[in-house]
């Protein structure tokens, strides 16, 4: 069974002690502290950790057992294998012992990026997911993500929900089930792509580093797709962050990342705000304090864009 905290994260005293010399070790200095930045939904230790000789290094770390050491480990061949220039920090190391794997990142220092109107922040990520998808993956990138099947192309939920809509389910939503149980079921066979996919992009998948800009974290997701998906994922966290939905629907349009591919974009945003309404009436998992609540707001920031791409 994999190890879980009560609540929110596993904390670096957690880890085995093995693991904790292994990494010193290899880091060539003590921990001297360990904070847990916040943000995020998972259990396993995310933690920026001060060695004794004031450098910082980031660590995510879990027991084998775990499924979440498989997500770490891809999460470290992609940052292995991103072209030079892209958004994301360096891979320091990959670290084991006691049946625990930790994964060394570089430290980025700064805030998560502000992604409201006010900020200047989504501006920047907008430009940089136009970089990042104008040309297509190396093939190093292409050949490690491979092996690991792309959760982006298995999102889904409108199918569910239409078989037994909830009570309170969206009237627009439920007045359109037959058409995004459509549109969602055509998602997969578009799924596909050579561009690099981040696959999970929310402000705290980012942290505005104080050097480097905005640089994207926890690429644990990662595949290979379409370009419009890291853009169209964006466009629902600025309507949470609060953006105007009928701005953030124009901004959608005109993006290079996704107005060439109008048809796909909105079935990746359907299946994407469909698997949202769907798992956000689930029983809340574990270790993920806060997640349901944060699906129920991103179903109706999706489905507030959704709407401007319908068939009227
Ligand atoms: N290289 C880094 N340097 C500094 N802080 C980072 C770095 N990578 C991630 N973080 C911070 O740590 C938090 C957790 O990291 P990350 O998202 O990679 O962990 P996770 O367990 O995969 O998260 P999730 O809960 O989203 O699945 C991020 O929200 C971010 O604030
Ligand atoms: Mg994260």
Known sequence: ???????GR?????VPAPLRARLEDALGAAVADAV???????????????????????????DDDDPLTAANLHEATVLGTLPPGAPAPDLLGIHRAADWTAVAIAHL????????????????TWALLD???????????????????????????????????????????RTHL???????AAWPALAHGDRIVHGDLRADNMVRDHTLGVTFVDW???????????????????????????????LLQDHPATADS????????????GHWHRNARRPAPPGAPGLRAYQHRAAAAGLALVGYRLRP
């Open 1 to 7: 069974m994999p190890v879980l905290p009560t609540s």
């Open 10 to 14: 596993l904390r670096w005293t957690d």
């Open 36 to 62: 847990t930045p916040p943000g995020g939904f998972g259990h396993q230790l995310a933690a920026a950790l001060r060695l004794a000789d004031g450098r910082r290094v980031f660590v995510k770390a879990a």
């Open 109 to 124: 220092d700064g805030p998560h990026p502000d992604l409201s109107p006010a900020s200047g922040d989504a501006g920047q």
């Open 131 to 173: 970089k990042l998808t104008s040309s297509p993956a190396p093939a190093a990138y292409t050949a490690a993500v491979s092996t690991t099947p792309s959760t982006a192309a298995t999102l889904h939920g409108w199918a569910e929900l239409a078989a037994d809509p909830p009570t309170d389910l969206d009237p627009g939503a």
């Open 178 to 184: 037959p058409q995004l149980t459509e549109l969602e």
């Open 220 to 250: 644990a997701h990662a595949t290979t797709g379409p370009a419009c998906i890291d853009t169209a994922s964006l466009a629902p966290q600025l309507v949470l962050a609060g953006h105007a939905p009928a701005d953030v629907a124009r």
């Open 262 to 273: 109008p048809e796909t974009t909105t079935a990746f945003l359907v299946a994407l705000t």
